[in-house]
């Protein structure tokens, strides 16, 4: 277990609407799980005790919402257990830069995993992937090795700097620059969560 990073490329006119009805966030992180939404709007499909002694039918569900991706949405980012040690590096190497792991505004109240989703429209992701996008893996290995890596998330295996923590800090490191690209390339935010 862990504290683990996704996130999900996603137009600003989705995010609009998630923050309008945060229960909708669980449309996109667990589409294929309708249930999932239904106990957040506090639908139990379950009839009640008395329901089921006397032979009465549960309650229909109301409808359940669908939200329609275009094909450049959805792209997914997991950057595994990576996404401390990579910001922690992010921030030594552009200490003003805008900050993708923090800066996102809460979906709502509801518990994804570690706290609410996070959102970020397409405008800060556009500057996000500006911030970053001359910094390379080789910048994010060599401030790894000088930076301060005490109260990162994993600093255990940060403070190893092998090769092995090094390849998965610089593999997390280049997908997150792919989703960077993909996000200013077709305007789009990104929801968060950290599970």
Known sequence: MGVCF?????????????????????RLLEPDDEAVYLREIGFDARPSLWARLTGKAAAAPPPVPSLNFAEQEMRMLDLDKSWDGINTCLKALAPGAPNFFEDGEPIGAIEVGYGPALCLRSAAMAR??????????????????????????????????????QAYLSENFAELQVFFQHTARHGLGAVIQFS
Do not use: C, G, N
């Open 6 to 26: 996704l996130a999900y490329a996603v137009a600003d006119h989705h995010i609009e609407r998630l923050q309008a009805d945060p229960p909708l966030v669980w």
């Open 128 to 165: 996000i992937a500006a911030a970053y996008a001359a910094v390379d893996a080789a910048a994010l290995i060599e401030v790894s090795q000088r930076v301060d890596m005490d109260d990162a998330y994993l600093s255990a295996l940060w403070r190893r700097q092998d090769a092995e923590s």
